[in-house]
């Protein structure tokens, strides 16, 4: 079956430093993979979204920046963390196709920026 | 692109009681709906989901249904218990881009009472 793995689970940063939060999947072959914000109390911001390696689609312009290195491997990072990047960060993969898949969520990374 | 609007923001209910979210969508080429419910603190999870080839959908006290015409669709729960109090999110599937992606509502927080 497949699983997706995020990491850290917290993460409480100073304000200007830098950022990276990975993300795997496993037992499944060239997913669709998502990078979503949550901000307390709200809905799902799409970040970024990829449909292959080194295929990166950015939905919100801002400091953070996407990579895919790997099939099953998405990376979010920053090089100057902002106060307003505070946030739950959610993972997501999905089959590819033409019709709509269902998305499946990792566990999330809370980040916290002072 | 893709527009989901969802009512109600809240909604309490009564132990036993049924209670109904509903979701409109502006892609006529939208094809996919799942429904997800985030716990607090928790990855949203995906609970129950209807295609456009499919009026209804249930699954124990959960039922999904959906109106291709008026572009709107809606998450039934019946007899509800207190641990369905949680975050409701529903989505609809368009193309964007590369891939089809989904695009979230707003989020209904659903308290039972008990």
């Known amino acids: 079956s497949q699983t997706i793995h995020q990491w850290p689970a917290t993460l409480v940063q100073p304000v200007g430093s830098p950022l990276s939060l990975e993300c795997t999947v496993e037992?499944?072959?060239?997913?669709?993979l998502y990078w979503y914000r949550q901000a307390a109390g709200r809905g799902l911001q799409l970040l970024f979204y990829s449909v292959g390696i080194g295929q990166i689609s950015s939905e919100v312009p801002q400091n953070l920046s996407a990579s895919r290195p790997q099939d099953r491997q998405f990376i979010l990072s920053s090089k100057k963390l902002l106060l307003s990047d505070s946030g739950f960060y959610l993972c997501a993969w999905s089959g590819g196709g033409a019709s709509g898949q269902p998305q499946h969520f990792g566990d999330g990374t809370r980040l916290s920026i002072l | 692109g893709e527009n989901v609007e969802q009512h109600p923001s809240t909604l309490s209910v009564q132990e036993g009681d049924s209670a109904v979210i509903k979701c409109t969508y502006s892609?006529?080429?939208?094809?996919?709906f799942p429904w997800y419910k985030q716990e607090l603190g928790k990855r949203p999870q995906l609970i129950i989901d209807i295609r456009s080839n499919v009026g209804e959908k249930k699954d124990q006290r959960i039922a999904v249904t959906l109106n291709k015409t008026a572009k709107h669709f809606s998450l039934h729960i019946t007899e509800t218990q207190p641990e369905d109090s949680a975050v409701y999110f529903c989505?609809?599937?368009?193309?964007?881009?590369?891939?089809?992606?989904?695009?979230f509502g707003s989020g209904t927080q659903l308290t039972v009472l008990p």
């Open positions: 037992g499944t072959s060239n997913p669709n």
């Open positions: 892609d006529s080429a939208s094809n996919y």
């Open positions: 989505a609809a599937s368009g193309i964007a881009g590369s891939a089809r992606q989904l695009t």
